[in-house]
Nanobody, 126 residues
Framework: VQLQASGGGLVQTGGSLTLSCAVSGLTFHWHVIGWFRQASGTEREGVSCIGVENTSTYYKDSVKGRFTISRDNSKNTAFLQMNSLTPEDTAVYYC????????????????????WGKGTLVTVSS
């Protein structure tokens, strides 16, 4: 199983980036896809997730209205559109897949995803 996150980079405050997560080796549409991030010196936190067949979504409070998660089951790929970025969004972003729920319990506490990819660095300059 491979999860490849891409799309990170350096952007100014107020800018936008779209992260992609290309998944292989599993039945994509059976799995919840989650995006997590970890800033230097901090613990990992859940950012957003999307359920199978786009049935549900979750967003961390601080990204609501700015980030949009989506998935294309025909291409085994998930996306995280990030707008109005601030320096507080600077982190390594990871995508993960799991046969689990897409909800606050998973994203804020359990983090019980089955597969994790390597991260992509997002840096927002002030």
């Amino acid at each position: 199983v491979q999860l490849q996150a891409s799309g990170g980079g350096l952007v100014q405050t107020g800018g936008s980036l779209t992260l992609s997560c290309a998944v292989s080796g599993l039945t994509f549409h059976w799995h919840v896809i989650g995006w997590f991030r970890q800033a230097s010196g901090t613990e990992r936190e859940g950012v957003s997730c999307i359920g199978v067949e786009n049935t549900s979504t979750y967003y961390k409070d601080s990204v609501k209205g700015r980030f949009t998660i989506s998935r294309d089951n025909s291409k085994n790929t998930a996306f995280l559109q990030m707008n109005s970025l601030t320096p507080e969004d600077t982190a390594v972003y990871y995508c993960a897949a799991g046969i689990t729920s897409c909800d606050a319990d998973v994203m804020e506490t359990k983090f019980n995803m089955d597969y994790w990819g390597k991260g992509t660095l997002v840096t927002v300059s002030s």
